[in-house]
């Protein structure tokens, strides 16, 4: 296993994380104890940085770590969670007041059985009803959380990457990490335009979903997934050319991922242990040489000419959704 220093933190990370959205519904049927036994597995295998949140499966996620982690010693691993988002409904899915971000906080560790986490992120600022209540609300209860020793550090997670450079340019708190997602894949890797900046101010870059939350896998995408469809049959056919020639199309994206540079960890949803294996093996041992040709094929036919994407689409959904639900 690799380890990388994050950013300026004294958290030195494994080079691969564990993603707690695995432990809920999102990817399927969520079980405990087989999460429970994955984490443990993950700790076995050198990777000591876990990232979970409140809104993955509505506390699932963290309950699941926290029981896997409840007799391991707390200086082994790192971990981290989020506040911002938070259910299903729409009405209650996003709340970045001071009130709520302190309440949060507070059911996130005890949820995990923890004192404090390494790394406490604002989750998807996208959706705030305004940039101000990040600056002015979340931010500062972050701080001071912080300065309780109840987190050590604190980070955002977003899908936008010009966002989170302008909360990291104008935040009067320090920012010591940013976690991106789907813009570091085969189709998507707009991240690299932005690590010279984030690493310049000395923050840390986590990096998620290799795979493009399921695009990037043969099996396919969830029902979910935001990206259109046009993206979709994309994905698929290059995933319908993977089988014909006996490869996992998430092998070849993942193995893409992992050799990106200046990225300091790589948030991995293992839902099984055999993708756990296949994971770390993609960076141990890297590809074969069959699966090299396979992955110059793919980049040739389908992804060196274009950059795919979701931007500007769930956003509009959101603010349509609350506005009928506003209506009289």
């Known amino acids: 296993m690799k380890y990388s220093q994050l950013g300026t933190t004294e958290l ?30 993950t700790l076995k295998r050198g990777i000591n940085y876990l990232e979970t949140g409140p809104w993955y499966g509505q506390g699932s996620s963290e309950r699941t770590i926290g029981k896997a982690l409840r007799d391991v010693p707390r200086n082994s691993f790192y971990i981290g969670s989020k506040v911002g988002r938070y259910e299903k409904e729409t009405h209650r899915m996003f709340d970045f007041s001071a009130e709520k971000t302190e309440a949060g906080v507070s059911s996130t560790l005890e949820r995990l059985g923890l004192e404090y986490v390494d790394l406490i992120q604002v989750h998807d600022a996208t959706f705030a009803p305004d940039l101000s209540v990040v600056l002015k609300e979340t931010l500062p209860t972050l701080a001071r959380v912080v300065s309780e020793g109840r987190a050590r550090y604190i980070g955002l997670a977003d899908y936008d990457l010009d966002l989170m450079q302008e909360i990291v340019e104008e935040s009067h708190v320090k920012i010591s990490t940013i976690s991106s997602y789907a813009k570091s894949t085969l189709f998507d890797n707009r991240l690299q335009n932005y690590i010279g900046y984030f690493k310049s101010k000395g923050v840390g870059v986590i990096n998620a979903a290799a795979t493009g939350m399921g695009l990037l896998c043969n099996s396919g995408p969830q029902p979910w997934h935001p990206a259109s469809d046009d993206i979709k049959a994309l994905c698929r056919s290059a995933s319908e050319y993977c089988r014909s020639q006996n490869v996992e199309l998430a092998r070849l994206a993942t193995w893409f991922t992992l050799n990106q540079p200046g990225i300091d960890t790589n948030i991995c949803g293992f839902f099984n242990l055999e993708q756990l294996n296949d994971t770390v093996d993609v960076l141990e041992q890297g590809l074969t040489d069959h699966e090299r040709r396979v992955l110059e094929e793919l980049q040739l036919r389908y992804f060196d000419k274009v950059t795919l994407h979701w931007d500007n689409v769930e956003l509009p959904v959101y603010k349509s959704r609350m506005e009928k639900l506003q209506t009289p």
């Open 12 to 41: 030195k990370v494994s080079h691969i994380a564990v993603g707690g959205a695995a432990f809920s519904n999102i990817y399927g049927k969520y079980d405990e104890s087989r999460g429970i036994e994955l984490v443990k597995e």
